[in-house]
Each structure stands twice: as structure tokens, then as C-alpha cells.
Nanobody, 124 residues
Framework: QVRLVESGGGLVQVGGSLRLSCAASGRSFSSYAMGWFRQAPGKEREFVAAIGRTGHSTYSADSVKGRFTISRDNAKNTVYLQMNNLKPEDTAVYYC?????????????????WGQGTQVTVSS
């Protein structure tokens, strides 16, 4: 089992940047594929970006491609989401998640463990 704790959220103006971090504890971090999801008020949780166990494979949602970058540091048991050129529609609670499955995972149902979330608010 793994415990996930997100940090780095906050209030930022349109066009600004934030870097989210997700620290993992418990079972070996490098044995999990990792992902970031977000949920805006009144909307379903949606996929943002995912990364494989070694960090060599990544995938991002079309809505964030070219603006958000997912990465991981297995030595630090941490996954990151660098968010640039933020837009008001990026406002949401952002969650990191861990999956026991091989490869990059984009489906919510593929993830076994979730963090508590961190709020990102983009003001216009």
C-alpha cells in the first residue's frame, strides 16, 4: 500500500505557473505508475497526465498538452506536475494517484491509491 500527499497548489493569475508535488510513502514508489487528475466544481474527475514506472513514458490530456509536464523522481519518491500558461478552466482540485498496473494509465479505474487533493485556482 502507498500513501500519497499532494502539495504546491494555490492561487495564480492567468498565464502563471505552478508546480504540484506528490510525495509517496509506503511500498516501493518505483513499482507504481502515477497519474494526475483534476475535478472542478460540479464536474466529474478527469485525467490530466500520467507517467510510467521509470519515467520514460508519459501521456497528457489534449487540454493540457504543451502547457503541463509530468515527471517523477524515484529517488525522492515524488511525482511532479509542472503547469505553465495556466487558464481559468484549469481551476480544480488536483489529485495524484498510483496504479499497480504496467505502463501509462489514463483511466480513473486503473488507479488504486489516491491523495487528498490540492486546490489550484486561476484568476482572470
Amino acid at each position: 500500500q502507498v500513501r500519497l500527499v499532494e502539495s504546491g497548489g494555490g492561487l495564480v493569475q492567468v498565464g502563471g505557473s505552478l508546480r504540484l508535488s506528490c510525495a509517496a510513502s509506503g511500498r516501493s514508489f518505483s513499482s507504481y505508475a502515477m497519474g494526475w487528475f483534476r475535478q472542478a466544481p460540479g464536474k466529474e474527475r478527469e485525467f490530466v497526465a500520467a507517467i510510467g514506472r521509470t519515467g520514460h513514458s508519459t501521456y497528457s490530456a489534449d487540454s493540457v498538452k504543451g502547457r503541463f509536464t509530468i515527471s517523477r523522481d524515484n529517488a525522492k519518491n515524488t511525482v511532479y506536475l509542472q503547469m505553465n500558461n495556466l487558464k481559468p478552466e484549469d481551476t480544480a482540485v488536483y489529485y495524484c494517484a498510483a496504479s499497480d498496473r504496467l505502463g501509462v494509465q489514463t483511466s480513473l479505474s486503473s488507479y488504486d491509491y489516491w491523495g487528498q487533493g490540492t486546490q489550484v485556482t486561476v484568476s482572470s
